[in-house]
């Protein structure tokens, strides 16, 4: 025995044994079976009741803002474009946008059917229609069962508690007011309002109403709250389609392939929308801001222009003379530049105005060029600020008003705000200043006109308002029309390469079925090898017979069979069984242990208490005697007696009382049931067990039985935890150790062992207790059957109880299994 044994080396060979490996898990054949079936089911189930869940996708182009830029002609504009990808993807996620696109669509009811348990959801093909008065509150959550009784009447079913009230109008719930029951069962017909406080609503029938199959269908509606389906909707992912490509990919997944594609459609179509919006923005306002100023200078011209025609056709007079005309033609130049003072000069105080008065935001601010103002100063200042204004709102996608960035930002914002209010100052005071100029050369015209006659001077006054008001009104209506031609010009940079498509969805991506049976079978093949090796290498206990020469060299002397026997006497009540042939076998072991001599006395033993020392201390003795050989029992477990107890006799009186000499010897011999099986008992148990055994009484009993039994079979303590079993040893011409199968501890036994080969005791041996045999197993290893090669089962017939074991139906011994 090598005295530097670990443990754990017992599972560590030297060599695969395929034949091992082979009959182990063929003893298993049933679990691979069963667990297999059992996880194709699974697989089954799970595919046919999991709602399956398609996933579409759309691509989207967006352009390279830098594309012309310096860094990017050199190579060095990578990261700006991966920075534009970042805030685009930012937008596409965006609740607002989101938020718009379920706006857009038609999703406020969902519909379903129930089908086999599973419900589905009805998407442009259900049978009815709900119209819902959206002044009115609706039901969250809330079922609303629908039986379709015939083509003009339903019955509706609700049942639910705590339900959430929600008001399309304000699209939001209504927190101070709840449905806390309801539970309704009511016909109604088509066409009709359903209405209660908490909810109004009609139910029509749409034209894919059906009525030899809707009839019977499992219906039910629920109405939805907007903000629930954008979280539902949200999840899309995006995703470049390489790291190269400026093409975003985007990929949503849901149970309604036609919904889905919808959304994303729309999705991609309300976000171009936005972004040709906001560059249209300027352009828009550049007309609103004219259309404002056309209603007055309109109603300007129309009366002087009806003035000057009625003082015509008054004083028939139809134009100036020469001098007239000339100081005409002076008047209408000074007036035209007023007019263009006078419009620049309104335009920057409405520019004030604005700047003062929108701080977060300059979405609506025009560029003086969209008006023909001709200042590059103003015009640098503005596009400055709105390119910070569009950065910063880039960047708020991926991060918050704290970020260094961000407030870098809203402190140059400020800065060029407060410059471009004092650029603004003073080109209205020279504004101003012009205007004054103007007005004084005006004043000197007019005292010219004043030497004119009378009639003279009143045209050229009309002639001098129309043709200021007509002026502007040209002016303005030309750059009406340049910005309407900006804006109908414009396209966004960004496009839509492929749309979602519902042919494009193909087989579900959750779940996948032929995965899952591909998994159901690894696993149920998987699963059992995992148990049988995870089995042999957690547990510490001895299992088979090479966990026994792994840990000692001391023979084994044989093994004994799992009794399910009620009597513990198995070899006398039940003698042509497989247990009985077992304790013969290991009869006639010990005789070949220890040939030299006739008589013999055999001393069990074993590490703890349960291995079966006291159960194959009876059932040895009772095989010698059944041999025809005078046999003794002795029960030296002093401390605990039992044997007593199974053969139905005292204990009163034994070793013990004999030992110290309270009894004789013929008061202790007890008969058996069992012939020529004599028994001594423990007797009383004595407060000094293991000095009793080391005294000379001891010896003088053994030398007094060995002169008239054949065979002395003693049961002793477990060496393990007491010393008798060691003092007894030398009386024992064979000492056997029992090892239960699935029950000794390997580091126990290994321990114990060790001690018993170091005192270099003689005729020590191994008998395995508790043996299963397997029915299925060919005669390899005990843990999986012991046939000695003869195939199925341990007799094959040859033995009383395999005919018990025949009567088993194969279902209950796989079920035992």
Do not use: C
Not at 15 to 35: E, G, M, N, P, R
Not at 117 to 128: A, G, M, N, Q, V
Not at 163 to 168: A, Q
Not at 509 to 515: A, G, I
């Amino acid at each position: 025995m090598n005295e530097n044994y670990n443990p754990q080396d017992i599972y560590q060979e030297e060599a695969v044994d395929y034949k091992a490996l082979f009959f182990k898990f063929y003893s298993h054949w049933y679990f691979f079976v069963i667990t297999v079936f059992i996880a194709i089911v699974i697989a089954f189930l799970f595919n046919k009741y999991t709602k399956p869940i398609y996933e579409v996708s759309t691509t989207v182009l967006i352009e390279d803002k830098n594309a012309n830029d310096a860094q990017s002609l050199l190579g060095l504009g990578f990261s700006n474009n991966m920075q534009n990808l970042e805030n685009e993807i930012g937008k596409l996620k965006s609740y607002k946008l989101s938020h718009s696109t379920i706006k857009h669509l038609n999703f406020d009811v969902s519909y379903y059917v129930e089908e086999n348990f599973i419900s589905k959801e009805l998407y442009k093909e259900f049978p009815f229609i709900v119209e819902y008065d959206s002044s009115h509150s609706q039901t969250l959550t809330l079922n609303f069962r629908i039986n379709i009784d015939n083509i003009s009447s339903y019955t509706l079913k609700a049942e639910g508690e705590n339900i959430d009230l929600y008001d399309y109008d304000t699209d939001s719930k209504i927190e101070d007011k709840k449905l806390e029951l309801i539970n309704i069962s009511e016909n109604h017909d088509f066409g009709e309002w359903v209405e209660t406080e908490h909810y109004r609503f009609r139910l029509v029938l749409s034209p894919k109403f059906d009525p030899e199959n809707d009839l019977d269908k499992q219906l039910y509606f629920v109405f939805n709250s907007t903000n629930g389906l954008v979280g539902r909707y949200k999840n899309f992912e995006i995703e470049p389609i390489n790291k190269e490509s400026s093409i975003l990919q985007l990929k949503l997944k849901g149970n309604n392939v036609e919904k889905s594609v919808d959304f994303l459609n729309m999705l991609t179509t309300v976000y171009l929308d936005m972004e040709l919006s906001k560059k249209n923005r300027i352009a828009y306002k550049t007309i609103d801001f004219i259309d404002d100023q056309l209603i007055d200078i309109t109603l300007n011209l129309d009366s002087a222009e009806m003035n000057l025609q009625n003082f015509r056709t008054e004083n028939e007079v139809m134009n100036m003379d020469y001098q007239s005309q000339q100081v005409y033609e002076q008047m209408m130049e000074l007036t035209k530049k007023k007019a263009e003072l006078l419009l620049s000069d309104k335009y920057y105080q409405s520019l004030k105005k604005y700047i003062i008065k929108n701080q977060d935001n300059i979405d609506d601010i025009i560029v003086p060029s969209a008006l023909g103002i001709n200042d590059p100063v103003t015009t640098g200042f503005v596009q400055h600020i709105v390119e910070l204004y569009q950065e910063r709102a880039e960047l708020s996608y991926t991060a918050t008003d704290k970020n260094p960035a961000i407030i870098t930002l809203d402190i140059r914002i400020r800065n060029q705000k407060k410059a471009l209010l004092e650029n603004i100052d003073n080109l209205v005071n020279s504004s101003l200043i012009s205007i004054n100029d103007i007005d004084d050369r005006i004043a000197i015209l007019n005292r010219e006109i004043n030497k004119l006659p009378l009639t003279q001077r009143m045209l050229f006054k009309m002639e001098r308002q129309f043709q200021l008001s007509n002026t502007m009104y040209v002016y303005l209506l030309k750059k009406r029309s340049e910005a309407q031609i900006t804006a109908a010009s414009n396209q966004p940079d960004n496009e839509i390469i492929d749309e979602a498509r519902s042919d494009g969805a193909g087989s579900p991506v959750y779940p996948k079925k032929s995965l899952n049976y591909l998994i159901a079978l690894v696993l149920g093949i998987v699963l059992p090898v995992g148990y049988i090796f995870g089995k042999d290498f957690m547990n510490d206990k001895i299992i088979e017979r090479k966990d026994v020469e792994n840990i000692t060299k001391l023979p084994i002397v044989g093994h004994t069979i799992h009794s399910n026997k009620e009597s513990k006497i198995v070899v006398a009540t039940s003698p042509k069984s497989s247990i009985s042939e077992s304790f013969r076998s290991v009869r006639t072991n010990l005789h070949y242990l220890n040939i030299d001599k006739s008589q013999q006395t055999i001393l069990i033993t074993s590490d703890m208490v349960g291995a079966g020392k006291t159960f194959t201390s009876i059932n040895l003795a009772s095989i010698y005697a059944m041999y025809g050989k005078r046999t003794l029992l002795l029960g030296f477990d002093l401390r605990k007696p039992r044997i007593y107890q199974d053969f139905g006799l005292t204990n009163t009186e034994g070793i013990s009382s004999y030992l110290v000499g309270k009894s004789s010897f013929e008061d202790v011999v007890q008969k058996s049931s069992v012939d020529n099986l004599d028994i001594i008992m423990a007797g009383p148990v004595p407060p000094n067990p293991a000095e009793i055994i080391a005294s000379n009484n001891t010896k003088e009993m053994f030398d007094k039985l060995k002169e008239i039994y054949d065979y002395i079979i003693i049961d002793t303590p477990p060496v393990g935890l007491v010393t008798d079993a060691f003092l007894l040893m030398n009386y024992a011409d064979v000492s056997i150790f029992i090892v239960r199968q699935n029950f000794t501890h390997k580091k126990i036994f290994a321990s114990i062992i060790n001690d018993v080969e170091k005192r270099n005791i003689p005729n020590v041996g191994i008998l395995i207790n508790d043996v299963r045999i397997s029915r299925n197993a060919y005669g390899y290893g005990y843990g999986y059957g012991y046939g000695y090669g003869y195939g199925y089962g341990y007799g094959y017939g040859y033995y009383s109880d395999d005919k018990d074991q025949d009567k088993e139906s194969l279902l209950k011994r796989v079920f035992q299994k």
